[in-house]
């Protein structure tokens, strides 16, 4: 087993002889995260003011990053402008994230074109855990805008000498997969709902692997694309915040191996903000390396995960993000409880025949309604009692069973769910929204 193409990368991008151990990447990454304290003091006015008496000399260890204090989602979409570290000349591309259930300031991500490169490079040597130099690869993303994240993907593999082209949105999936096997395309990235539609109209072993991307992806829904068309599943962790790109799984399955050279991971306590203990599930928080315009310093980024630094089976040493669940923020039902898409996720994608789905809450004279909308296989478009017992099963609707109805019907049209969604879904309810 090859170990981890992102192995490579890091080595490379943090000055590191090969093979790289824990040992030297950790002080490299310390010497990274210095720098990058620095030009945030110095060109940051957010950053001037909050880092102020504060020594980038003594973060040396782990340990130190207690010293910087925490960066939000809120943070960003107010103090945008303040946090930026170079001229607006010197931006290359601006993503702007609406928050959800916000009708307030979105959040505005800036990139420089160095930071776009660093992306590419990441994309270029993480898609070699997957593939090869033989491979033809399908992008199900956007790719039609320069820089967006199929056309950075596109460029990225180019450089490998890979050919990838896009498709953007993918509606067809029969006519898709026809065009898959008269092209011969072998590797297909794209959305975990995309992926597990496309599966379906595949011939067994046609496409050799598959990137789920953008979205959680919970382990039933990997299993039915591999069972459906016999293509080997691989995970990426990424958001915008983490340029795109963050970690991609190695043929050990064993997490993502992430881009050390550029992002640096702790593990938190949701509540406290206290580090946990190694291999234990907790909040993703990110520190970005080296990034020009707008570096983010302990970014708590939502996302619940676990980290492992130990040996890979592959024979990587980078560190993979584990266990991952994606955005956590939970939508409060009756009873006081709570429920968060992926719990909806875990329970509606094992369900045979299922494609996609978008939940709603209504609460009307003390009493709460969750209903499903749903896309379907054909001849299977009767799951409505299926999807009642799915629901049961989640703890949380379990538990406030007596304050809660269920209802189900498929959607009108598949129209109904954009295609071009790339944000992850959320519960809908009467308050505003709970992703």
């Known amino acids: 087993m090859k170990p981890s193409s992102v192995d490579a990368l890091s080595a490379r991008r943090l000055g590191l002889a090969w093979p790289p151990d824990r040992e030297r990447i950790e002080t490299a990454r310390m010497e990274a995260l210095r720098s990058t304290v620095a030009h945030a003091r110095q060109k940051s006015s ?9 020594d980038p000399d003594c973060l040396r260890s782990s340990v130190d990053l207690a010293r910087l204090p925490f960066l939000n ?6 103090h945008g402008r303040e946090l930026l570290c170079v001229s607006q000349s010197e931006v290359a591309r601006i993503i702007t994230l609406q928050t959800s259930g916000s009708t307030g300031a979105p959040k505005r991500l800036h990139f420089t074109r160095e930071d776009l490169d660093s992306t590419v490079d990441f994309f270029q040597q993480g898609m070699f855990s997957l593939i090869s ?13 320069p820089d967006s994240t199929g056309d950075l993907l596109i460029r990225a593999l180019a450089k490998g000498g890979v050919h990838c082209e896009g498709v953007w949105p993918p509606t067809d999936w029969r006519a898709l997969a ?23 109209e595949l011939p067994h072993g046609l496409v050799r692997t598959m990137l789920l991307c953008s979205d959680y992806a919970p382990q039933s829904l990997r299993a039915r694309i591999e069972e459906a068309c016999g293509s080997e599943t691989f995970l990426h962790y990424g958001t915008t915040e983490t340029g795109l790109g963050g970690g991609v799984e190695c043929l050990a399955h064993g997490g993502c191996h992430m881009r050390e050279s550029d992002l ?25 390396l080296n990034r020009q315009a707008m570096p983010l310093l302990r970014y708590r980024t939502g996302d619940l995960a676990s980290l492992d630094t130990s ?19 939970a939508c409060p039902i009756a009873g006081g409880y709570s429920v968060a898409s992926q719990d909806l996720d875990d329970a509606l994608f094992a ?29 299977h478009e009767r799951l409505e009692r299926e999807i009642h017992r799915a629901l049961k099963s989640v703890p949380a609707l379990n538990m406030a069973m007596q304050s809660l109805t269920f209802e189900a019907g498929p959607a009108l049209r598949v ?14 309810d009467n308050r505003g929204s709970c992703s």
């Open 46 to 54: 957010w950053y001037r003011e909050r880092l102020a008496g504060l």
């Open 73 to 78: 989602g809120a943070d960003l979409a107010a």
């Open 133 to 145: 130099s033989h491979d033809k690869v399908l992008a199900l993303l956007p790719f039609s805008l």
């Open 178 to 200: 026809l065009r898959i096997r008269d092209e011969n395309f072998t590797s297909i990235v794209g959305l975990p709902q995309h992926l597990l539609a496309l599966a379906y």
């Open 264 to 288: 640096l991971i702790e593990i938190v306590d949701l509540r406290t903000g206290a580090p946990v203990p190694e291999g234990e599930v907790g909040e993703v928080v990110v520190t970005t």
């Open 311 to 329: 040996p890979c089976l592959c024979g990587g040493v980078s560190a993979r993000l584990c266990d991952i669940r994606g955005r956590r923020k």
């Open 351 to 379: 369900l045979d025949g299922l494609l996609d789905y978008r939940a709603s809450l209504t609460r009307s004279a003390g009493r709460d309604a969750i209903s499903v909308e749903f896309l379907a296989r054909p001849g």
């Open 415 to 428: 129209e109904s769910f954009s295609p071009s969604h790339t944000l992850k879904r959320t519960i809908l």
